[in-house]
């Protein structure tokens, strides 16, 4: 099984949905969980992080943990077509331990529609 | 501020060569992480280097080596390459090791032939 598992999409939708981007994990020892964007040709760019379980919210993005679950979501309110990218979901360990490596997800192409 | 940059952009090698790629991080930073990323294992940490010692490191064999000068700078070498080795390889940097907010350069696309 691997570490951290996203549905690769790709993912359609018109302007102005609510988008909805999960991943899921298997190593509890997770406690850092990011979600980057990246454009094509360009590199990863971070959007949020959370630590532990709960939610986050940053303007039209709002980050979810579910510890017992394994499990995160990036929501995004009234996409817009320059949300259209790559969506990485990315985690690690705490700093305390051997292995505190970001583990990412193999991403989600979305694409926002005029 | 200038970002992480990365050189060279593209790079096109044959197989059993070796290839060098270099990182300048952000001003300021000190930690330097090196990632190769494909479409079928996307995302993959390769290293980490901090105050010119590596401090973590990835499941990659021992033909990808790096390192980190006393001015941050990184470079990342891969030996005797292999056409698996095609990727495009990411550098970021951070203020600190372990450090939640890396920024990443646009990456190197190597093609190995």
């Known amino acids: 099984q691997k570490e951290v598992e996203q549905d690769p999409g790709p993912l359609s939708v018109p302007e102005g949905a609510i988008v909805s981007l999960n991943c899921t994990y298997s190593?509890?020892?997770?406690?850092?969980f990011m979600w980057y964007r990246q454009y094509s040709r360009k590199g990863p760019e971070l959007l949020m992080y959370?630590?532990?379980?709960g939610n986050k919210e940053d303007g039209r993005f709002t980050a979810q943990v579910d510890k017992s679950s394994k499990y995160i979501s990036l929501f995004i309110r009234d996409s817009q077509p320059s949300d259209s990218a790559t969506y990485l979901c990315?985690?690690?360990?705490?700093?305390?331990?051997?292995?505190?490596?970001?583990?990412f997800g193999k991403g989600t192409l979305l694409t926002v529609n005029p | 501020k200038a970002g992480v940059t990365q050189t060279p952009r593209y790079l096109i090698k044959t197989r059993g060569q070796q290839v060098t790629l270099s990182c300048s991080p952000i001003?300021?930073?000190?930690?330097v992480s090196w990632y190769q990323q494909t479409p079928g294992q996307g995302l993959q940490f390769l290293f980490e280097?901090?105050?010119?010692?590596?401090?973590n490191k990835g499941n990659f064999p021992g033909r990808f080596s790096g390192r980190q000068f006393s001015n941050s700078r990184s470079e990342m070498n891969v030996s005797t390459l292999e056409l698996g080795d095609s990727a495009l390889y990411l550098c970021?940097?951070?203020?600190?090791?372990?450090?939640?907010?890396?920024?990443f350069g646009p990456g190197t696309r190597l093609t190995v032939l």
């Open positions: 970021a940097s951070s203020l600190r090791l372990a450090w939640n907010e890396q920024f």
């Open positions: 190593n509890s020892a997770f406690q850092y």
């Open positions: 959370t630590y532990s379980s």
């Open positions: 990315a985690m690690r360990e705490d700093s305390g331990g051997s292995n505190y490596k970001l583990t």
């Open positions: 001003s300021g930073h000190r930690s």
């Open positions: 280097y901090f105050s010119e010692t590596q401090r």
